[in-house]
């Protein structure tokens, strides 16, 4: 067989996945995978930031007050 994977073989992985988790919840399957990859990339970079604080200012927010 080769060990090579065949678009019959992904198109049938991918219906079992549908049919399981169903149309909704795959996107969030999704998102929390491409995190995840997201975050074991940074790991290995050696960036020592946890997730979700890329965009940090060291500037404190300015507030507007009415009287």
Request: no cysteine; charged share 35%; aromatic share 2%.
């Amino acid at each position: 067989m080769g060990g090579r994977i065949g678009i019959t073989e992904i198109l049938l992985i991918l219906l079992i996945v549908l049919l399981l988790f169903g149309g909704r919840k795959i996107p969030e399957l999704m998102k929390g995978l491409g995190r995840g990859v997201k975050e074991f990339k940074d790991a290995s970079k050696g960036d020592d930031k946890p997730a979700g604080t890329e965009k940090t200012s060291t500037e404190p927010e300015k507030t507007k007050e009415k009287e």
